[in-house]
């Protein structure tokens, strides 16, 4: 047997950071544990169902690890695990052969939960548990499909939505159809493929991957893919070619009216936060100026504290108060195609262009445009030096 074979059996899911790994079990710690003090709480009466159930571990797999699959979303969860329970309690009731009830709800399940199109694995394991415990089956009979398995998974889904937010993931997955980031009918700039939705679902179906893509998440795939092929075209060009060196920063302590000040006299829309040492700690953007006083505004308009007060706290803030320290980093060795889908979409007006934890530079997108246009030139030159005719 050649080595493709046994490459077959490695993993096929590509590396993630430890920090995902960190996020998901902690998701399914807070799901399972508060849906858990939910359904054993000592107030509800046991008898009416309400318990974990094995098949929500698989559940809070998907929920919480892999949030984006349509297999996860609250469609394919709510619906398939109650359609799955409904169909195994029918099963066992007609069907009485230990074995074959097994097989045959399993079988039930998975085919009526891909016809009302919320196919959700742990569905498979709901139908068999109901067919391997026929004194549960007994005692709550269709019951059974609304607690446990109903409300367990509702508890699931909304904790869920409610983790999602705050740990800066997006549960539900987005839909085909919804306003860009922008707030206007445009679709964002890298998902403007010329694809409409039919399309899109079209091409899923066609390589059968209708189960692992939604349609939103292709159309985000094709855009980057496309950045990515367009930076190839343009030659070698890193970030240290174009980034700006000659840095204006500010400390942690700086006063946010000092921030204004450079902001005004020097026309960035972004400054760095950095240490005596240059180390690197944020970076502020002209936007979270506008939205410090903004709230500030807000709090004095309301009534919250004195004027005085109010004006006195303004004068006091400080950069390091305001400044987003989640931003993205590049190195000065990254290709610009790095900077690519972070700037194409209007996120990012400036990453930070660290050595370990130092600032070396920052890529604007002005640098960003300006290095492009130079190698397009450059590129353009060699073409039409290609095609001229050769000298007698």
Known sequence: MNKQFFRAFGPAVGRVPWTEAVRAGVGALV????TGLFLLSPLID??????????????????????NSPLAQPW????????????????????????????????????????????????????????????????????????PVGVGTCALVGIAIGYAHLTGRRYPFR??????????????????????????????????QSFNLGVEDLARLIGAAELQAASHKTGP?????????????????????????????????????????????????????????KNNLAEHMRGIASQAGRMFRIETATAGRIMQNRAPQVRAEDSVASLLPLMADGDVDAVPVLDGKRIVGIA??????????????????DASRAIAPAAP
Request: with cysteine.
């Open 31 to 34: 799901g399972l544990g508060l």
């Open 46 to 67: 046991l008898q009416q169902g309400l318990f974990l159930m094995a098949p929500f571990g698989a559940s809070a797999v998907l929920l919480f690890a892999v949030p």
């Open 76 to 147: 394919s969860a709510i619906v398939g695990n109650v359609v799955a329970a409904v169909v195994a309690i029918a099963v066992c009731m007609i069907v009485h052969d230990p074995i074959l009830k097994i097989a045959i709800a399993v079988c039930a399940a998975i085919a009526t939960m891909i016809l009302c199109r919320a196919l959700h694995p742990p569905g498979g394991a709901i139908a068999m548990t109901a067919a391997l415990n026929p004194d549960l089956v007994e005692r709550l009979g269709f019951f059974y499909a609304v607690a």
């Open 175 to 208: 839909q085909f159809d919804e306003p860009s980031k922008h707030a206007t009918h445009d679709r964002n700039p890298s998902e403007r493929l010329g694809l409409s939705q039919d399309e899109l679902a079209d091409i899923l179906k066609q390589y059968r």
């Open 237 to 293: 060009l890193y970030v240290g070619d174009i980034m700006s060196t000659d840095l204006i920063s500010v400390g942690p302590e700086t006063p946010v009216s000092e921030v204004l000040d450079l902001f005004k006299r020097h026309r960035f829309t972004s400054l760095p936060v950095v240490r005596d040492d240059q180390e690197f700690l944020g970076i502020i953007f002209q936007i979270d100026v506008i939205d410090h006083f």
């Open 364 to 381: 604007t997108r002005t640098d960003l445009v300006a290095g492009l246009t130079r190698m397009a030139a450059r590129v353009d030159d």
